[in-house]
């Protein structure tokens, strides 16, 4: 069983290494693409682009402007004379918020009278305007004065203290996201063509000949592939850890071990795309879809899931990149083990168990 | 004229006996836009918190109660010791933890300030950035409430998007996603198949002339994703309600000069690779991730370093992105889209001019 086993991998690792572009691509590309995404991506906000109108030309008016412009959060992008300027920046997107002094701000402010500013802003990237609204909020709340009632009492503050990621870097908690994505996508593709490519060419009914089991094949054709995609995702989280300041906190068997459970997930769901497919054509295309779009969008990488409605939280329990990312920034950002995410490690046993049993039963019928 | 004809027709009915590959054209993006239009949400509801009241007063109560009453946040654990706090946080179970030390209550009735401790979860820093916010914001209405008002208020006024929903900024999104891989993937596959099968060289000794070929064999396509936006716009206008503010005609026209792009890349991917495989990594690697990560589809375009930021200028997708949200969102038309337009028209030629080079130098 093991040599027969072994011989499928070592005819499958011949091959690769024939296809000197392949193998590279494979072994090198992660790391590329890591190099690459992991600086453009972020979600932390700076140089909104900010139009100002200011009705009032009072010496508060301008404070307040300074203020905003002295954030480091805005870029001002035009001082307009009224609101019917603002319609064709905010159109064209040249303008992202606007700060609208109303006449006689400045007045009330000295009269110890209430008032208010207008903040107008472009809506249609909520989580970015929610966050320049924050930033908006601020700004005011540190300019403006206190009324107090003679009943008042202390007001309230908060000590934020932030584990795992002090500063909050976006950086730090995509970056591991990034590795789980480029993994998954690697790994199918590596693996998407590999049975699929036999039944098109007909040597297929080659192997069908010899005694091979079909299990034995599957793994055979797997193992090289697993070879390759550890090495380069042992590359992708030393370059995380080198450039992207992403942590190691817990320890370095535990994190392979997650990944090698992980990566033959997804060598394995590849396989069973191969098994499938009758031609190439469909293989691609279903094993693009079903690595790329899923783990981007169903893995908690970019978007929590805890906020997804409830059938689409049910879904994400068969993307099994939902449940490595857990693993993984649990052992880097935050440094735990087994016990706080043993339950993620079971489910990638069982769904690359699964996976490989699919596999092995429709190949089965087809030998 | 005829041959490009006969091109297509072949085309048609090859994909036509395909029983897999139509599901795959018509079912699945619509699935998909089903489902990940659901999931591309960035509104954070009820963020997981954990509560610790050292100071059992009257006051601390009713702040504790504030959180627990809000809509931000679901209270999954109540304690009286703050090590309690630290496995919650470690397994994920609750991502803030709010901890109200002895003292507050007397603090704030002497007219001092009440400093409570908020401990944040950063490992996901969305949810820790916004459980913060959250957190500020009523720890700032209760202030109010107890007396003391900022005199200055900032009035939001939210154009496009009111409720500021993710959805309907991510869904027009994903829409764009969906036609483009698959335009390009079809077409990159349709190609190179006929060159490892070997077929290319037979259709090339007959009086075909390689710019027919190319138009037959890209047109089917550019049909198939026509098609396909017609079957997601149902998905798109009535399941995630995105409104449509701008005219059809505008984004079915605007549509064209993006495939006229997927469907280049696709031409030159089959160029320049050799078996399906080569192509499947090209197009992934090369051509669909900078398009995913570079388009401003999630991550916004502004937050990244200059450099990357013109790089984005050569990615198609971009601007498509920007012409859907304004189409849709903003319904704006070409009086405002014409320079995404024109970039979409300028960068499809020089693709598809590239990849004529390529295709004829295959051939001599």
């Known amino acids: ?367 | 004229m005829r041959g490009i004809l006969n091109i297509l027709v072949k085309e048609l009915l090859q994909l036509k006996r395909d029983p897999k590959i139509l599901p795959i054209l018509f079912v699945a993006p619509v699935v998909q836009l089903f489902i990940l239009g659901f999931a591309a949400t960035t509104d954070i509801k009820r963020v997981e918190l954990a509560v610790c009241d050292l100071d059992r007063t009257a006051a601390s109560r009713s702040l504790a109660e504030a959180f627990t009453a809000s809509t931000y946040f679901r209270v999954v654990a109540t304690t009286d010791s703050q090590d309690e706090l630290g496995p919650l946080l470690e397994r994920g179970d609750a991502r803030v933890a709010l901890t109200i030390p002895a003292g507050y209550g007397g603090d704030r009735a002497a007219g001092r300030t009440g400093v409570v401790q908020l401990l944040a979860d950063g490992s996901d820093a969305t949810t820790g950035t916004v459980g913060l916010s959250y957190a500020a914001t009523i720890l700032q209405q209760i202030t109010e409430e107890d007396g003391l008002r900022p005199q200055v208020e900032l009035r939001p006024i939210v154009l496009y998007n009111p409720d500021l929903k993710s959805r309907n900024f991510m869904v027009p999104g994903v829409l764009a996603m969906i036609i483009m891989v698959m335009t390009m993937m079809l077409t990159a596959m349709a190609l190179v198949r006929e060159t490892e099968i070997g077929t290319m060289e037979q259709v090339l000794v007959t009086p075909i002339k390689p710019i027919h070929l190319i138009v037959g064999k890209l047109v089917p396509y550019a049909l198939v994703g026509l098609v396909e936006i017609v079957t997601a716009m149902p998905v798109v206008l009535l399941f995630f309600a995105v409104p449509m503010r701008g005219s059809y005609l505008t984004l079915f026209l605007l549509t064209l000069p993006f495939m006229l792009c997927t469907l280049g890349i696709g031409l030159l991917v089959s160029t320049l690779a050799r078996t399906q495989q080569q192509a499947m990594m090209l197009t992934a690697f090369v051509f669909m991730l900078p398009q995913v990560y570079l388009s401003g589809f999630v991550f916004p375009i502004q937050n990244m370093p200059e450099p990357f930021q013109w790089v984005t200028y050569a990615v198609p997708l971009r601007y498509y992105v920007t012409i859907l949200r304004g189409v849709f969102l903003k319904g704006v038309g070409f009086a405002v889209l014409w320079p995404q337009a024109l970039a979409l028209v300028a960068l499809g030629a020089a693709i598809l001019t590239l990849a004529r080079l390529r295709f004829r130098r295959r051939l001599g």
């Open chain 1, 1 to 367: 069983m093991i040599r027969r086993t072994l011989a499928i991998a070592v005819k499958e690792l011949l091959q690769l290494f024939r296809d000197l572009r392949t193998t590279l691509t494979l072994l090198v590309m992660p790391m590329v693409l890591l190099l690459i995404y992991g600086y453009a991506l972020s979600f932390d906000i700076r140089h909104v682009r900010l139009a100002i109108v200011d009705h009032d030309g009072s010496r508060a008016a301008r404070d307040v402007q300074q203020a905003y412009l002295r954030s480091g959060y805005f870029d001002l992008v035009g001082l307009e004379r009224d609101e019917g300027a603002l319609d064709p920046l905010f159109d064209s997107g040249r303008a992202q918020a606007a700060l609208v002094i109303p006449d006689g701000y400045g007045a009330a402010l000295a009269a110890g009278r209430r008032t208010e500013l207008q903040f107008v802003l472009d809506g249609s990237d909520a989580q970015t305007a929610t966050t320049i609204l924050g930033y908006a909020r601020q700004i005011v709340a540190s300019v403006s004065p206190v009324l107090r009632t003679p009943t008042a009492l202390g007001p309230v503050a908060a000590r934020p203290l932030v584990w795992y990621n002090p500063d909050l870097a976006s950086a730090r908690f995509l970056v591991p996201g990034l590795v789980a994505f480029i993994l998954m996508v690697t790994s199918v593709i590596a693996t998407a063509l590999a049975v699929v490519r036999e039944k098109e060419r007909g040597t297929m009914e080659s192997l069908r000949a010899t005694p091979l089991l079909a299990l034995e094949l599957l793994i055979g054709k797997t193992l090289p592939y697993l070879a390759v995609a550890s090495l380069s995702a042992a590359g992708s989280l030393a370059l995380a850890w080198a450039l992207f300041d992403v942590p190691l906190r817990g320890s370095p068997f535990w994190l392979a071990v997650v990944t090698l459970l992980f990566l033959a997930g997804g060598l394995g769901w590849g396989v069973l795309i191969s098994t499938l497919a009758d031609t190439q054509q469909v293989a691609f295309q279903v094993g693009l879809l079903s690595s790329m779009l899923p783990t981007l969008l169903l893995s908690g990488f970019i978007f929590p899931i805890s906020s997804m409605p409830p059938v689409v939280q049910a879904i994400t329990h068969i993307v099994p990149a939902r449940y490595f990312l857990v693993a993984l920034r649990g052992i880097v950002l935050k440094g735990t083990g087994p016990e706080a995410w043993g339950m993620q490690a079971v489910a990638l046993i069982v769904y690359g168990g699964v996976v490989l049993l699919l596999a092995t039963v429709r190949t089965v019928r087809s030998l």
